[in-house]
């Protein structure tokens, strides 16, 4: 049997390999690291971590992100069960020690006998004779592979910037002033429900910080000047520049947390760090994607209460992220229409984060291994969190950007993209909801229906 051909060894095109040779189908994983590196990575390990360790929210029940995350477990993803295996605490989130993992991902696809994986730059679109390929380059495709891409859909491919948070050594955090603490005391997989390491800010100490942030010297975009950035991952700098309070009403709001060293005053803005190792060395500043250089890093967040002394394992950078024009070139199985052998998968299709760019290239292997096998391959309804991704990049979500033209943007998975229920949402005694209490039952009744729904998609086909 002819191998499948899956270009770019990361989340996307890992999770792909793996399905693909879970159905007995042979696949040939193409990684250019190390022959060639990229801005962000630092190893040549697969499913590699640049950016944050944390795979976001595991509540199946009432986020959106959580419910992808069953769905996954059920569809045999190696990603998650990878991540699983590697959890460290995070409060309510799934994250993981990104060494361990890459590690564990890596593993199990080179010891998979039915997968080769070759270490050589695949610079332009394949020969024909590759007769099934899966392109999943992600954010850092390289120039050339993103020019022949361009070449062949006929169509621009829009980019945007994507920055990377730092990550401080845990032993050089001033605990007098920081504290543990998961915001309204949540618990999570793995944690205690005092996950994250806290720093508070008082009025004048952010007021300065928001100063500073402006004032520092930033990394200059060159060549890619007016790239838009997406907005789930935007840089701390750039927060501060939408108004002096943005910061304090998105990573750093204070809302339930209080300080353990002195409970009765309120912080004015909180950072949290987040644990980014097993072994609970290195933590993360949430939230604090950065372009700013490097000596400005230090300079900056070492005015933050509790970081004073802190010294970095890695400090933020920037990177270039493509992607393509998916509801136009592609069709409802994920295929090039200008060259049906050809798939795409993972962030390049417009899809954003580590959980949804797998789980696209989950749908996509399992595509490709039913069509080299010919057997029908019906697509999950969209009704799950698997089927409302896959129908936003395929079937198209088109929003107009700064009075522009229409323009197709990345999506994380939300509750946004389900179909609304057919009937009201109520409590238990009948009585209908409000505010908040119904915003959290009708999440709950999509993440039901979802759920059943996967189900019966399952049981009706050899998926």
């Known amino acids: 049997m002819k191998p499948i051909h899956i270009i770019g060894g990361g989340l996307a095109g890992s999770e792909a390999a793996w399905q693909i040779a879970s159905k007995g189908v042979p696949v040939v994983l193409h990684e250019m690291r190390p022959e060639r590196r990229t801005d962000a990575h630092h190893t040549d390990q697969l499913a590699e971590l640049v950016c944050s360790n944390s795979f976001r929210s595991d509540d199946a029940e009432t986020n959106a992100v959580g419910l992808i995350h069953r769905e996954m477990r059920q ?15 995070a409060g ?21 006998p039915l997968v080769e994986v070759s270490r050589k730059e695949v610079a332009e679109i394949p020969p024909s004779d590759w007769d099934s390929v899966i392109i999943a380059t992600g954010p850092l495709t390289s120039p050339e592979l993103a020019a022949s891409i361009g070449t062949l859909t006929g169509v621009d491919a829009l980019a945007f910037f994507d920055a990377i948070a730092p990550i401080v050594h845990r032993d050089s955090i001033d605990m007098s002033k920081a504290w543990f603490q998961s915001r309204y005391d949540k618990m999570g997989p793995g944690g205690t429900g005092a996950d994250y390491i806290n720093c508070p800010l008082d009025k004048d100490t952010y007021e300065a910080f928001v100063d500073a942030l402006l004032a520092g010297e930033k990394i200059g975009f060159k060549e890619w000047e007016g790239t838009p950035y997406f907005s789930g991952c935007l840089p701390i700098e750039v927060m501060a520049e939408r108004g002096r309070e943005t910061l304090r009403h998105g990573p750093m709001k204070p809302m339930g947390l209080t300080n353990a060293h002195e409970p009765t005053v309120k912080a004015h803005a909180v950072i949290q760090l987040r644990q980014d190792n097993a072994l609970g060395t290195l933590y ?10 490097h000596a400005e890093q230090t300079r900056i967040f070492r005015m933050i209460p ?3 002394h802190a010294e970095f394992a890695r400090l933020g950078g920037l990177h270039r992220n493509t992607f393509i024009n998916s509801p136009k070139v592609l069709d409802p199985l994920l295929r090039l229409k200008a060259q049906p052998r050809i798939r795409f998968a993972g962030q390049i299709t417009g899809c954003e984060g580590y959980v949804e760019s797998a789980a696209v290239g989950l749908m996509a292997g399992r595509m490709a291994a039913a069509e080299r096998l010919g057997t029908p391959f019906t697509l999950p309804p969209p009704t799950t969190a ?38 009201a949402v109520k ?11 119904k915003a ?19 049981a009706d086909l050899s998926v």
Not at 96 to 110: H, N, S
């Open 75 to 89: 569809l045999n993803s190696l990603i998650l069960s990878c991540a699983d295996k590697n959890q460290v605490p």
């Open 92 to 112: 309510g989130a799934l994250a993981v020690d990104r060494v361990g993992f890459a590690a564990a991902v890596t593993e199990a696809i080179t010891t998979h």
């Open 284 to 293: 993360n500043i949430v939230g604090f994607q950065t372009k700013l250089k």
């Open 306 to 308: 509790g970081l004073e």
């Open 386 to 423: 698997m089927g409302a991704l896959i129908n936003h990049i395929t079937g198209g979500h088109i929003e107009v950007i700064d009075g522009g033209p229409p323009s197709f943007q990345p999506m994380n998975v939300n509750f946004g993209l389900f179909p609304p229920m057919t009937e």
């Open 427 to 437: 409590s238990p005694d009948g009585k209908r909801l409000r505010g908040a209490e």
């Open 440 to 458: 959290a039952a009708r999440k709950r009744a999509l993440s039901a229906r979802a759920i059943r729904d996967l189900d019966l998609w399952m």
